[in-house]
């Protein structure tokens, strides 16, 4: 073996040279992978950890999730509920369909039925017991008519002779009324209304054949307070649910305003001074009969709708021995011995539909079937029949809520037959006290 090195230690070779840079670099290279090994195995130390960490995580968010399915589980097993097949379950068949369940408490039937929009004279809901509801109100009606009069004799039934008056008369009615109900009990109310009318009309007449083409016109007007009423109803049923509500009511109607008997009537004698005719120098403002207006009203909730109806019948106490206040005239040949008034039928239905919250819509009809008047004169015991009148009104409501007391209604009446007001519009604004 040759041995390369001198004892003073220098390089005799390059190829040694070359080795011990070799072996310098492997050394160095030895040492970067050590550190390089070190670092990675670090790094992997460090997110091992992470991983278990996080393994613990899952496990707790998995525990929590475990805890909050057994919990609505027991809620849903509490309602009556079935519960829902678990993740991952194969459904083997179809099941058999069920009957729906109800879920939760079914909420209580209303004691009373919701309100709508009022377009008759009677409210559908009965006021609760112990509060008091102030309603004003007004009233305008209006209507037109023509009224023909023959003064004279025929000779053959196309052949008059004699006069024909015909006359047009608009009239004019302004009612406000005052109306305090009072809750008894739970299914008993009392209402007293006291109004006051104002009323004018205005006459043309032209009387053919007299020569003249000249219209003559007269305006009559009257004011004062209307016949006081008094009302009591009473809610027959509990009602609810399918159940309709059974409402019977009592009307009694006083002769508090003036009356057609006390107004002065005048003789106006015509243009041909062949006939007179009996002018009121005033317009009364009541009807000068007491009267006892027994009804039923039926009310069947359909929500959002509710539907109504109802039956009435007027009877009025006849008057004996009346004296008309007709000036130019003998007082014993204008006294009536007695004077009976028909009796009065009538009956209404309809339709109420809630909107919203806050308003409601009312659609109807009324009718009343006014019998005949029989009066019997003092003098010679003759009688005096009159005709039988229908009266009958489509009529539109709206009733809108403006606060937790106070509530707006207004209804709109048409005159469907002709003895009929062509239109009638009431205002109401209900109070809660």
């Not at 090195?5 to 003073?8: E, H, N």
């Not at 090994?37 to 670090?42: A, I």
């Not at 112990?130 to 004279?152: F, N």
């Given at each position: 073996?040759?041995?390369l090195?001198?004892?003073?230690g220098?390089?005799?070779?390059?190829?040694?040279?070359?080795?011990?840079?070799a072996?310098?670099?492997?050394?160095?290279?030895?040492?970067?992978?050590?550190?390089?090994?070190?670092?990675?195995?670090?790094?992997?130390?460090?997110?091992?950890?992470?991983?278990?960490?996080?393994?613990?995580?899952?496990?707790?968010?998995?525990?929590?999730l475990?805890?909050?399915r057994?919990?609505?589980d027991l809620?849903?097993?509490g309602?009556?509920?079935?519960?829902?097949?678990?993740?991952?379950?194969?459904?083997?068949?179809?099941?058999?369909?069920?009957?729906?369940?109800?879920v939760?408490?079914?909420?209580?039937?209303?004691?009373?039925?919701?309100?709508?929009?009022?377009?008759?004279e009677?409210?559908?809901?009965?006021?609760?017991?112990?509060?008091?509801?102030?309603?004003?109100?007004?009233?305008?009606?209006?209507?037109?008519?023509?009224?023909?009069?023959?003064?004279?004799?025929?000779?053959?039934?196309?052949?008059?002779?004699g006069?024909i008056?015909?006359?047009?008369?608009?009239?004019?009615?302004?009612?406000?009324?005052?109306?305090?109900?009072?809750?008894?009990?739970?299914?008993?109310?009392?209402?007293?209304?006291?109004?006051?009318?104002y009323?004018?009309?205005?006459?043309?007449?032209?009387?053919?054949?007299?020569?003249?083409?000249?219209?003559?016109?007269?305006d009559?007007?009257?004011?004062g307070?209307?016949?006081?009423?008094?009302?009591?109803?009473?809610?027959?049923?509990?009602?609810?649910g399918?159940?309709?509500?059974?409402?019977?009511?009592?009307?009694?109607?006083?002769?508090?305003?003036?009356?057609?008997?006390?107004?002065?009537?005048?003789?106006?004698?015509?243009?041909?001074?062949?006939?007179?005719?009996?002018?009121?120098?005033?317009?009364?403002?009541?009807s000068?009969?007491?009267?006892?207006?027994?009804?039923?009203?039926?009310?069947?909730?359909?929500?959002?709708?509710?539907?109504?109806?109802?039956?009435?019948?007027?009877?009025?106490?006849?008057?004996?021995?009346v004296?008309?206040?007709?000036?130019?005239?003998?007082?014993?040949?204008?006294?009536?011995?007695?004077?009976?008034?028909?009796?009065?039928?009538?009956?209404?239905?309809?339709?109420?539909?809630?909107?919203?919250?806050?308003?409601?819509?009312?659609?109807?009809?009324?009718?009343?079937?006014?019998?005949?008047?029989?009066?019997?004169?003092?003098?010679?015991?003759?009688?005096?029949?009159?005709?039988?009148?229908?009266?009958?009104?489509?009529?539109?409501?709206y009733?809108?809520?403006?606060n937790?007391?106070?509530?707006?209604?207004?209804?709109?009446?048409?005159?469907?037959?002709?003895?009929?007001?062509?239109?009638q519009?009431?205002?109401?604004?209900?109070?809660?006290?």
């Open positions: 073996m040759v041995c090195f001198r004892p003073t220098r390089l005799r070779s390059p190829v040694a040279g070359l080795l011990l840079v072996s310098a670099n492997g050394a160095l290279a030895a040492e970067e992978a050590a550190s390089g090994m070190e670092g990675v195995q670090q790094q992997l130390d460090v997110q091992t950890r992470q991983i278990e960490l996080m393994k613990r995580e899952l496990q707790r968010q998995e525990s929590a475990a805890e909050l057994r919990q609505l809620n849903r097993r309602r009556g509920d079935t519960p829902p097949p678990a993740a991952g379950a194969v459904a083997q068949a179809a099941p058999a369909p069920e009957s729906p369940r109800p939760g408490q079914a909420p209580a039937a209303p004691e009373r039925p919701p309100e709508v929009a009022p377009i008759f009677q409210p559908g809901v009965l006021t609760a017991p112990g509060k008091w509801i102030v309603e004003p109100s007004l009233q305008y009606s209006y209507s037109s008519s023509d009224r023909i009069a023959l003064v004279g004799y025929t000779v053959i039934p196309a052949i008059l002779i006069l008056d015909v006359r047009n008369v608009k009239s004019n009615s302004l009612t406000a009324t005052l109306a305090v109900r009072r809750g008894i009990t739970n299914r008993f109310e009392l209402e007293a209304r006291v109004p006051y009318v009323r004018f009309d205005n006459t043309r007449s032209r009387e053919i054949f007299t020569g003249t083409a000249t219209d003559s016109s007269f009559q007007d009257g004011r307070i209307g016949d006081v009423e008094l009302i009591g109803r009473y809610q027959l049923n509990d009602g609810g399918d159940s309709p509500y059974y409402i019977a009511s009592m009307r009694v109607k006083t002769r508090t305003g003036k009356d057609p008997y006390e107004v002065r009537t005048s003789y106006v004698v015509d243009g041909a001074a062949t006939s007179r005719v009996a002018l009121q120098q005033e317009l009364p403002t009541g000068g009969f007491y009267s006892f207006t027994p009804g039923l009203t039926v009310l069947i909730p359909s929500d959002p709708a509710v539907f109504f109806g109802g039956v009435s019948y007027q009877f009025s106490v006849a008057r004996n021995n004296q008309p206040n007709i000036a130019d005239a003998n007082p014993e040949l204008s006294k009536y011995k007695e004077i009976r008034p028909g009796g009065v039928f009538g009956f209404n239905f309809g339709m109420g539909l809630a909107l919203n919250e806050r308003s409601s819509f009312s659609i109807g009809y009324d009718h009343l079937s006014v019998g005949k008047t029989e009066a019997t004169f003092a003098v010679n015991g003759s009688k005096a029949t009159g005709v039988r009148v229908q009266l009958g009104s489509l009529l539109l409501g009733s809108y809520k403006l937790s007391k106070q509530t707006l209604n207004l209804s709109l009446g048409v005159g469907v037959t002709r003895d009929t007001p062509d239109m519009l009431t205002l109401r604004m209900p109070l809660s006290l």
